[in-house]
């Protein structure tokens, strides 16, 4: 009987850090896109990803947004997801920690620019489904990776690329977004503003 709770103890442990393990990497936009993250409206992963990475990360990933002070809704991730440990466990739990963004009825949440904010309604849970999840290395104040997840499901969880923060920080994603509207809205933008079309 020890054995075969031993056996089943191993295949949970197993399944739980599975799941972390195996989030896939997202290195282009196309792939980005592919996973439909973010998108359609009223979704906001999608625009509050592409204003993360240019106006919160310098080139050097130093975090110009502090996850820690809970500039902008950041807050601790206890990393966990509907099935366990979502994010790979971090070594360095002083150091290192999770931060969540992307939750609009979180503290200072108000404080994110109207393109994120546009299409909430508390009473349309997929207008605050989307998040993104950092690596915060406090030390050095560095982002070392960034997660998109709609609503922490490790299914629709990826860790974001650098060859894809890069683009999307010199804004090359915006020849390759979704569909035509989500196009002609960023192209048409000024001041990192993304406008409506209706």
Not at 92 to 116: I, Q, T
Request: proline share 4%; glycine share 6%.
């Amino acid at each position: 009987m020890a054995v075969y709770q031993l056996v089943l103890l191993t295949c949970v442990l197993l399944s739980l850090t599975g799941a972390a393990s195996s989030l896939r990497t997202l290195n282009t936009v196309k792939e980005l896109n592919d996973t439909g993250f973010g998108l359609p409206p009223p979704r906001h992963g999608y625009v509050l990803l592409l204003w993360y990475v240019q106006n919160c990360v310098d080139n050097n990933m130093v975090a110009l947004c502090n996850p820690k002070a809970g500039e902008y809704g950041f807050h601790y991730f206890r990393n966990r997801g509907k099935g366990g440990a979502l994010l790979p466990k971090l070594d360095k739990h002083g150091e290192y920690a999770y931060y969540s963004l992307g939750n609009l009825n979180y503290k200072h949440a108000e404080d994110l620019p109207d393109e994120v904010r546009r299409y909430y309604d508390k009473h349309d849970k997929l207008s605050n489904m989307d998040r993104l999840l950092v690596k915060y290395f406090s030390n050095k104040n560095l982002i070392e990776e960034i997660y998109v997840s709609a609503h922490y499901e490790s299914s629709q969880t990826y860790l974001i690329g650098p060859s894809l923060v890069s683009d999307l920080r010199h804004k090359r994603a915006l020849h390759q977004s979704p569909s035509r509207e989500w196009h002609l809205a960023i192209v048409q933008s000024n001041n990192n503003r993304y406008d409506e079309i209706m």
